[in-house]
């Protein structure tokens, strides 16, 4: 399933992705990253409690 989600980027930014030839799946892509670093980085701040 997809969303259409309409952004507005700064003109380099937007010149940047656009340059990337298929916009959505490059946000896409960039966006999974994050949300994977996130993850992680929770994950850790978790495990570093004490007791863990």
Excluded: H, W
Excluded at 5 to 30: E, H
Excluded at 43 to 49: G, I, K
């Amino acid at each position: 399933m997809t969303v259409d989600v309409t952004l507005s980027l700064p003109d380099d930014v937007a010149a940047f992705v656009t340059a990337k030839g298929d916009v959505s799946a490059y946000t896409a892509r960039i966006l999974r990253r994050q949300m994977l670093a996130e993850d992680l980085e929770r994950s850790a701040r978790v495990r570093a409690r004490p007791g863990s």
